[in-house]
């Protein structure tokens, strides 16, 4: 079965430093994506950044970067110069493509702080 | 950009009634999620919805749930006889038609509380 891995349940940073916040993943599967998406305390969830498992380079949306290591099957979120706003709950996710539903199977999470 | 709308966006409600969650997903999307998160803890598939008929659907989704896609607009969740565990966030979401890279716009979630 697909399954998603944040081994940090809470992470405390410098505002301006940069964070990187670990996802691991394990699956059968080629050809899959992955997903992060931050939940402020509002609760929605609003998407980060897609990475492909045939994508050659890392993907990149502006302040966020995911450093894919597909052999260690991992895809680990970097947010450079982090800002009070980056405080959030952070979900790193796969797409479930079996069955054809392409749900989306979700990590526990990582609760970001940043510190002024 | 367009977003997904969901209403209510706090529902309370007491053991054994019925609650209808409502979603208005993206206009051209054709694929439609529910997801539920307990408090605290991490985002779960419910059900996925295409072509006016459920395409995957979790243990967690038995009898009590149903989705319905009653016009062109809106799709909702219904629990016919809520239990306290179905105090959550719930979370509708929509993606354009296929692909791997096709992500799932989320909407701003109806938090469910039963008393």
């Known amino acids: 079965a697909q399954k998603i891995t944040q081994t940090q349940p809470g992470m405390f940073v410098q505002e301006k430093e940069a964070v990187t916040l670990d996802c691991t993943y394990d699956?059968?599967?080629?050809?899959?994506?992955l997903f992060w998406y931050k939940q402020p305390s509002s609760g929605e969830m609003i998407f980060l950044i897609y990475q492909g498992s045939y994508d050659e380079q890392n993907a990149t949306e502006g302040r966020y970067s995911l450093n894919f290591q597909k052999a260690r099957k991992s895809a680990n979120l970097v947010i450079s110069a982090s800002q009070l706003g980056d405080s959030a709950m952070y979900f790193c996710?796969?797409?479930?493509?079996?069955?054809?539903?392409?749900?989306?199977?979700f990590g526990q999470g990582t609760r970001l702080t940043i510190n002024p | 950009e367009p977003e997904v709308t969901q209403t209510p966006s706090h529902q309370v409600t007491q053991m054994g009634q019925e609650v209808i969650l409502r979603c208005v997903p993206i206009s051209n999307h054709l694929y439609f999620y529910w997801y539920r998160q307990i408090l605290g803890q991490k985002v779960e598939f419910l059900v996925s919805?295409?072509?006016?008929?459920?395409?995957?659907k979790s243990e967690i989704f038995d009898d009590q749930f149903s989705v319905e896609r009653p016009d062109g607009s809106n799709f909702t969740l219904k629990i016919r006889s809520t239990k306290l565990e179905d105090s959550a966030m719930y979370f509708c979401a929509s993606s354009e038609a296929g692909g791997r890279k096709k992500k799932q716009y989320f909407g701003p979630g109806t938090r469910l509380t039963v008393t």
């Open positions: 919805f295409y072509n006016n008929e459920i395409s995957e």
């Open positions: 996710a796969m797409r479930d493509t079996r069955g054809g539903a392409q749900k989306l199977v």
């Open positions: 699956t059968s599967d080629q050809s899959y994506g």
